[in-house]
Structure formats: structure tokens, C-alpha cells
């Protein structure tokens, strides 16, 4: 059956604008985080400690975390993306809270995304995850291209497992599978998180991280439920999507998410529509209507 109640991760406001050209202000970045916790998301991931010449649009990181420390945040609730050591330090220096690392299961998205080895990454991300667990940082871990890969193609799931039980070795709670450009369809959701859990990772203990590029995120959530899985990234508005990843586009919208699973009876203690504002505000500055279904049909604009 399906469970009663799931974590909705938000990633809007580091997924969903990293490649947008359009800058956005950090105040504006700190107020869309703002609007999303109070939506009642529990986990709003803030930003990254990348290099701001790979992903300018987040350059601003230390401001973005400060602004949310200045609000009186739970820091803990706002996870940043950290590559590497550098990053690390960067992030600890400005007072993140959690952190999140990333990998690929593919050798040439590592080189495209990261300029590392598929291994030489896991490993830079296993260190980061361990140092960061001294400092008293919870760290989650993502694996992109776990369905598909468009240099590479199919994507063995056995190659997804190695890298995801990597990852929960050197410490993250949770591990997200990430479909960075939106390829599986549902059959290939079940046999993926078997695989992965069949490597030694325990299914409370991953996340699906879906992009709707071919608008299969949706259908892959509910194969995803079924399979076990009780953690779903999405980002308000559908925003988004890896620069580095070729044919990326939006993540799955919140939005459309949260009223699946509504209709589904399935808890996630969010608002939609004060979900719904916050990414409206967000698309707006963008300067585009929202991609979200659900969007379009309640605020047709
Ligand atoms: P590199 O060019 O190989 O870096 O990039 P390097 O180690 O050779 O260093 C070059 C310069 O960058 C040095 O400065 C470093 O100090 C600096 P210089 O000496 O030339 O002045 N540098 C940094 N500066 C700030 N912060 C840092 C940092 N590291 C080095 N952390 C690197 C390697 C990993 C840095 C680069 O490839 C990078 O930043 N990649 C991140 C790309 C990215 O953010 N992609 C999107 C996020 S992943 C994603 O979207 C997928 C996901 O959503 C799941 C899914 O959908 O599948 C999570
Ligand atoms: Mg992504």
C-alpha cells in the first residue's frame, strides 16, 4: 500500500535556479526560502558551494545562508550542495547547517558536472561527507543519471547501487536517485530501487529526485511510493535543471506533487496553496508563466 504521510524536499531555490541567467537577488532568494518553510515544507535546500565561475546565479551562498541565519532559521532545514573540500570550507566558514553532496553514476557526467573521475568523485564526496559528520553536519548524498545518461545512455542500475551504498558508507542519512534528464518511466523506478537496496541501502533511507523533461516525474513518484520510497524532491514552480547535463530541464513542480498526492490521501503537512505563491513569485521574477499543470489550472494567467 501506500504510505500515510512523505517528505516533500524542496530544491527550488538551489536546483531550480542554478542555471537561470537571470540574477536573482539574494534577498529574494532568502525571501523564497522563507515562503516555502512557511508553506510548511520541512526541508528547503538553500543554495551551493560551488565555484562561481561553474554556476555564477549562486555565487552569493555565504549571503544566502547568513540571510536565512539573520531570520532566525533552523539551519538544519536548509541543506547546501558542497563539491568538494573547498566548498566545505566555504560552507562551514559562512555557518551552513547540512549539507548535501553529489555524485553521478556515469564516468562522463562526473567529468562534465564535476571535472572528476566517476570514483575520484565518490571519493571527494565521501571525504566531504565525513568531515562534515565531524563538524556535526548532517550530509545527504545525490547520484544523478541513475536512468539514463545522455553521453552514455542506459545507465546499469548495479552502477547506481555501488555509488549509492558509497555515499551511505561514508555517512549521508538518505540518498537521492536523481533522473537529471527526466528519461525513466516507472517499470525502470521499482527495478533501480531494488537494485540499490539489494546493494545494502535501506529503502527509508533514499529519496527519488525527478526531473520532468519527458513528463514521466509524476508517474515515477507513485512507482516510486509503491516501491517504498517515502522522500520526493520537487521544486516550486518547476524550475530547473543541470547546466552541465545536456538536455536538462525543470525539476518535477511542487505544485503538481503536492496535489498528486493529496488526491492520493498521502500526507506531507505542506500548504499548496501558500506553496503555490511562493513559486509564483518566483516564476514572475523569472519573467515566465510557471510550467507547473497545477499552477496553470488554478491561477490561469
Ligand atoms: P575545477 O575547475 O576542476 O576546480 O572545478 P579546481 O579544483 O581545479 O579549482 C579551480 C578554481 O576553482 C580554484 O580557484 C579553486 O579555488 C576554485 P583559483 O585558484 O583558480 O582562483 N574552487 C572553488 N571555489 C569556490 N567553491 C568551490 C571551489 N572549488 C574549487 N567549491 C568543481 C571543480 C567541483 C569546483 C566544479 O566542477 C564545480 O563547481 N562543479 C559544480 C557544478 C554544479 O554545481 N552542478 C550542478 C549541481 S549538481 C545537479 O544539479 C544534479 C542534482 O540536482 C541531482 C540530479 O538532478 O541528478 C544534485
Ligand atoms: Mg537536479
Redesign the pocket.
Known amino acids: 500500500g501506500l504510505p500515510e504521510r512523505v517528505t516533500v524536499y524542496e530544491?527550488g531555490a538551489?536546483?531550480g535556479l542554478?542555471a537561470e541567467a537571470v540574477p536573482v537577488p539574494t534577498a529574494a532568494k532568502v525571501r523564497m526560502i522563507r515562503e516555502l518553510l512557511a508553506a510548511g515544507l520541512p526541508m528547503v535546500e538553500a543554495t551551493?558551494?560551488?565555484?562561481?565561475?561553474?554556476?555564477p546565479q549562486?555565487a552569493d551562498a555565504p549571503e544566502v545562508v547568513a540571510g536565512l541565519a539573520e531570520a532566525g532559521l533552523d539551519l538544519a532545514r536548509h541543506p547546501v550542495?558542497?563539491?568538494?573540500d573547498?566548498?566545505l570550507d566555504?560552507a562551514l566558514e559562512a555557518g551552513a547547517g547540512a549539507l548535501?553532496v553529489?555524485v553521478s553514476a556515469t564516468e562522463t557526467f562526473a567529468r562534465r558536472?564535476?571535472?572528476?573521475e566517476r570514483w575520484e568523485a565518490v571519493e571527494a564526496a565521501q571525504k566531504v561527507t565525513e568531515r562534515g559528520a565531524l563538524e556535526g553536519r548532517p550530509v545527504r548524498g545525490?547520484?544523478?543519471?541513475?536512468f539514463g545518461d545522455p553521453w552514455e545512455g542506459p545507465v546499469a542500475p548495479g552502477q547506481v547501487a555501488e555509488v549509492a551504498r558509497a555515499l551511505l558508507d561514508a555517512g549521508c542519512y538518505e540518498v537521492?536517485l536523481?533522473?537529471?534528464i527526466g528519461v525513466g518511466t516507472p517499470g525502470h523506478v521499482g527495478a533501480v530501487v531494488d537494485a540499490v537496496v539489494a546493494a545494502g541501502v535501506p529503502r527509508e533511507r533514499l529519496a527519488l529526485?525527478l526531473?520532468d523533461t519527458y513528463g514521466q516525474a509524476l508517474a515515477n513518484v507513485y512507482a516510486g511510493l509503491l516501491a517504498g520510497v517515502e522522500t520526493f524532491d520537487a521544486s516550486v514552480g518547476g524550475i530547473?535543471?543541470?547546466?552541465?547535463?545536456g538536455s536538462?530541464t525543470g525539476?518535477l513542480a511542487t505544485e503538481d506533487l503536492l496535489w498528486m498526492l493529496t488526491g492520493l490521501g498521502v500526507e506531507t503537512g505542506v500548504d499548496l496553496d501558500a506553496a503555490m505563491r511562493a513559486g509564483l513569485a518566483v516564476t514572475t521574477l523569472l519573467g515566465r508563466p510557471s510550467p507547473s499543470r497545477v499552477v496553470q489550472a488554478l491561477r490561469p494567467n
Not at 551551493?48 to 554556476?55: A, E, L, M, T
Not at 550542495?81 to 568538494?84: F, Q
Not at 545525490?142 to 541513475?146: H, L, N
Open positions: 530544491v538551489r536546483d542554478q551551493s558551494f560551488v565555484s562561481p565561475r561553474w554556476i549562486l550542495l558542497v563539491p568538494n573547498r566548498g566555504r548535501a553529489f558536472n564535476l571535472n572528476m545525490y547520484v544523478s543519471m541513475v537521492s536523481g533522473d537529471t529526485h526531473h530547473g535543471g543541470c547546466p552541465y547535463a536538462a525539476n
